[in-house]
């Protein structure tokens, strides 16, 4: 009984944690907008602590897998996501005519369909050994193989895209 509390417990604290992370990135980038710079940097070394915290979490409760099993779980939570979750936020905020909430909501379904596909064709190409590079558009989360001229989502210029 103790260690299946424990293993809910470790969950919770993965969750909270990972929460913290971005609400203190996102204080940092606030910071920083403000020209508040030690603050901002306070909040980005808390940012950084609270992934610490969240990774060591996660893997203590042995959530883990092999890359293999990884890919797979990446495909089917970005799945749940464009294809169950987001389109029901999407609904909700046009009823409530949440321009903010419309905006963000559609960016994030369209660019988690795209991570569902990426996530599949790494996990068909598991034993590629030749490099590839990723594209991330820093508006909407899109990510591409290749720099394009504009986002296909967002339509944000290619050249603001931040490779990896």
């Known amino acids: 009984m103790e260690e299946q509390k424990t293993q809910k417990n470790l969950m919770e604290a993965f969750a909270g944690e990972s929460q913290a992370n971005r609400k203190y990135l996102a204080y940092s980038k606030k910071a920083e907008a403000d020209g508040l710079i030690n603050a901002a940097k306070l909040f980005k070394a808390a940012s950084d602590a609270e992934t610490l915290h969240a990774l060591k979490h996660f893997e203590v409760a042995g959530k883990i897998g092999s890359t293999t099993d990884n890919l797979k779980d990446a495909v089917n939570g970005e799945t749940h996501e464009y294809q169950d979750m987001y389109p029901g936020f999407l609904e909700t905020a046009k009823a409530e005519n949440n321009k903010g909430a419309i905006n963000s909501f559609t ?45 296909s989502i967002c339509g944000v210029s290619g050249s603001k895209f931040i490779k990896y």
């Open 107 to 151: 960016f994030a379904m369209k660019a988690e369909e795209v991570h569902a596909r990426l996530y599949q064709e790494a996990l068909e190409n598991l034993d590629q050994t030749e490099e590839i590079f990723y594209y991330l558009c820093p508006v909407c989360g899109n990510i591409e193989k290749e720099v394009p001229d504009k986002c």
